[in-house]
Nanobody, 128 residues
Framework: QVQLVESGGGLVQAGGSLRLSCAAS????????MGWFRQAPGKEREYVARITLSTLSGGYSYTNYVDYGKGRFTISEDNAKNTVYLKMNSMKAEETAVYFC????????????????WGQGTQVTVSS
C-alpha cells in the first residue's frame, strides 16, 4: 500500500504561482508514474500532468502535461524525499479546484482510473 499526502494548496491571486507537493510513503515499483489531477465543483476530475520515473536502463524520467499546462506548469521530483512537485505559474481563476496526486506502477497515463493510489487532495483557489 502506498500513501500519498498532498500539500501546498491555498489562495493565490490570478497571475500568481503556487507549488504543490505530494509525498509518497514508499516506492514499490522499478517504474512508476506520479500524476496530478484536479476537480472543480460540479465537474469531472481532469488530468493535469505526470512524471514517469524508472530505475531501469540506468534510470530515466519522463514528463507530460495537458495542453493548457505546457509552458506554465512544471512537474518534478525529489528522489531522496519520495516527493513530487507541481509548480503552477500564471494561474487563472478557472483553475480553482481540488488538486489530487495519484500513483500507478508502470508507464504514464492521463486516465484517472488507471491510477491505483490517490491522495486526499488539496484545495487551490485562484482569486480574480
Amino acid at each position: 500500500q502506498v500513501q500519498l499526502v498532498e500539500s501546498g494548496g491555498g489562495l493565490v491571486q490570478a497571475g500568481g504561482s503556487l507549488r504543490l507537493s505530494c509525498a509518497a510513503s514508499r516506492r514499490t515499483f522499478s517504474t512508476y508514474t506520479m500524476g496530478w489531477f484536479r476537480q472543480a465543483p460540479g465537474k469531472e476530475r481532469e488530468y493535469v500532468a505526470r512524471i514517469t520515473l524508472s530505475t531501469l536502463s540506468g534510470g530515466y524520467s519522463y514528463t507530460n502535461y495537458v495542453d493548457y499546462g505546457k509552458g506554465r506548469f512544471t512537474i518534478s521530483e525529489d528522489n531522496a524525499k519520495n516527493t513530487v512537485y507541481l509548480k503552477m505559474n500564471s494561474m487563472k481563476a478557472e483553475e480553482t479546484a481540488v488538486y489530487f496526486c495519484a500513483a500507478r506502477g508502470g508507464g504514464g497515463s492521463s486516465i484517472a482510473s488507471d491510477y491505483t493510489y490517490w491522495g486526499q487532495g488539496t484545495q487551490v483557489t485562484v482569486s480574480s
